[in-house]
T-cell receptor
Framework: QQPVQSPQAVILREGEDAVINCSSS?????VHWYRQKHGEAPVFLMI?????EQKGHEKISASFNEKKQQSSLYLTASQLSYSGTYFC????????????FGQGTTLQVKP | KAGVTQTPRYLIKTRGQQVTLSCSPI?????VSWYQQTPGQGLQFLFE???????NKGNFPGRFSGRQFSNSRSEMNVSTLELGDSALYLC????????????FGPGTRLTVT
């Protein structure tokens, strides 16, 4: 079942912060975060694994609440380059490699 | 290190034809997953290969198939193309078979007329 992302769209000014949420109704083994700019491929941002391990870009942080099957991506001091569509992808323990993506959150950062 | 490469980048086909898309993973990556992206359905999982074996399959008809070669390169094939198959087809590769970050290729834009 597809995870649900919120909000669907966000407009920010440079320097402002944003939080994007991802919620699943299924037990998760990992949550992946990607950013996609128009006409380009999704770019890996962060992976959070059950048990607390995480790996990703230095300037981006995220959390994973295993009990609630929820993850949040925190974008602080946003820059123009942060604009794009953010996707969370969820993965179960029994089918690693099969990412089920949310519908995406469009982020626009204005000067 | 070179990234994931996909060929061709753009393709126009007619209904009823078949098409083969190719994905070459990052050196050392042995797992390849395929996704279809459309404005209406978003990013949808097609299938995943590791060590030449299909490990996972999404909810797509049998017209969609794939394979992986011993050098980890993968191909996907769509037979009897339909207008609804028009999409961006993305492959993503990762090192092993467990959970891990996936790196996407630039995609193949398929248009079916």
């Amino acid at each position: 079942q597809q995870p649900v992302q919120s909000p669907q769209a966000v407009i920010l000014r440079e320097g402002e912060d944003a939080v994007i949420n991802c919620s699943s109704s299924k037990a998760l083994y990992s949550v992946h975060w990607y950013r996609q700019k128009h006409g380009e491929a999704p770019v890996f941002l962060m992976i959070l694994l059950k048990g607390g391990e995480q790996k990703g870009h230095e300037k981006i942080s995220a959390s994973f609440n295993e009990k609630k099957q929820q993850s949040s991506l925190y974008l602080t001091a946003s820059q123009l380059s942060y604009s794009g569509t953010y996707f969370c992808g969820t993965e179960g323990a029994s089918n690693t490699g099969k990412l089920i993506f949310g519908q995406g959150t469009t982020l626009q950062v204005k000067p | 290190k070179a990234g994931v490469t996909q060929t061709p980048r753009y393709l126009i086909k007619t209904r009823g034809q078949q098409v083969t898309l190719s994905c070459s993973p990052i050196s050392g990556h042995r797992s390849v997953s395929w996704y279809q992206q459309t404005p209406g359905q978003g990013l949808q999982f097609l299938f995943e290969y590791f060590s030449e074996t299909q490990r996972n399959k999404g909810n797509f008809p049998g017209r969609f198939s794939g394979r992986q070669f011993s050098n980890s390169r993968s191909e996907m094939n769509v037979s009897t193309l339909e207008l609804g198959d028009s999409a961006l087809y993305l492959c993503a590769t990762r090192i092993g078979s467990g959970a891990g970050e996936q790196y996407f290729g630039p995609g193949t834009r398929l248009t079916v007329t």
